[in-house]
């Protein structure tokens, strides 16, 4: 077996991303659609350095993580040793932990509520850089799920520009999972036309190909690259 070789496919991380990629590029094309208008984000929660480092060497280099603490130990010396990374941070943010989202992340991908956008705001300040946003929607109006509220987007996009003077690129969701995800898809694509974004976060392994029919530009894949992962996944 390969190492990285969770899938018992036969195939390694360097085939997987291939294939995913080929995926994105007819998936575009079949949506009438420029297949460099959508990028991938690999998704490397709870995979280690050595596993990350494959999809480094078959050529990839934007990916997301969705815990700073974990990002914070395996990503700084990667960073350092391949200074074309791109990270965006695509799990919940508390407050306590903007200041190093901001220090370690390109793109922070959750934003979804007033206190995290007075923090990013207030972090951009102290350390004098910034970075580009999106807002997080619950499309589903799920209890336990982040986000914010599909009937509060608009005023949330407002806020986050107007008042915190935020660069809002776009909106991330994750619809729920046992849903059809096409109706979630839709949705977001509306929200973000009327607030003028064009950054659609959207799709994972099992939907990304519906979500670039709906107008993703980034799909979030990590099963379909890199195999399974334990099945407990904590968050910050
Ligand atoms: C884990 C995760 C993904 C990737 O999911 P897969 O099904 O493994 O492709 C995408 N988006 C978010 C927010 C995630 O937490």
Same mark, same amino acid.
């Not at 207030?122 to 986000?147: C, M, P, W, Y």
């Given at each position: ?14 085939? %997987? ?43 990839? =280099?934007?990916?997301?993580?969705? +815990? ?17 990374? =791109? ?7 508390? +407050? ?6 901001? *220090? ?25 850089? *910034? =970075? ?6 619950? *499309? ?17 996009? %407002? ?33 973000? =036309? ?43």
């Amino acid at each position: 077996m390969t190492i990285g070789d969770n899938h018992g496919d036969g195939l390694d991380i360097r085939s %997987r991303l291939a294939a995913v990629n080929s995926d994105i590029a007819a998936a575009a094309v079949a949506a009438g659609r420029d297949p460099s208008t959508v990028a991938l984000v690999a998704v490397t929660k709870t995979h280690p350095v050595p596993i990350i480092r494959q999809a480094i060497d078959a050529g990839q =280099r934007l990916f997301g993580e969705n +815990r700073v603490q974990e990002a914070e130990a395996k990503w700084p010396a990667l960073r350092a040793a391949f200074p074309d990374l =791109r990270l965006h941070l695509i799990g919940p943010l508390q +407050r306590n932990k903007v200041r190093r989202a901001v *220090t370690l992340f390109d793109v922070i991908e959750t934003v979804d509520r007033d206190e995290v956008a007075r923090a990013i705001a207030l972090a951009f300040e102290s350390l004098g850089v *910034t =970075r580009d946003v999106l807002i997080q929607v619950n *499309t589903g109006e799920e209890a336990q799920k982040h986000g914010v509220l599909p009937g509060q987007v608009d005023a949330v996009v %407002r806020a986050c520009v107007d008042t915190y003077q935020l660069p809002v690129r776009g909106l991330m969701c994750v619809p729920p999972l046992n849903e059809e995800p096409s109706l979630h898809f839709a949705l977001l694509r509306e929200m973000a =036309r009327r607030n003028g974004l064009d950054t659609l976060s959207m799709g994972m392994s099992a939907d990304f190909k519906v979500a670039i029919q709906f107008g993703a530009t980034l799909v979030r894949v990590g099963t379909a690259i890199f195999g399974d992962r334990p099945a407990a996944e904590g968050s910050d």
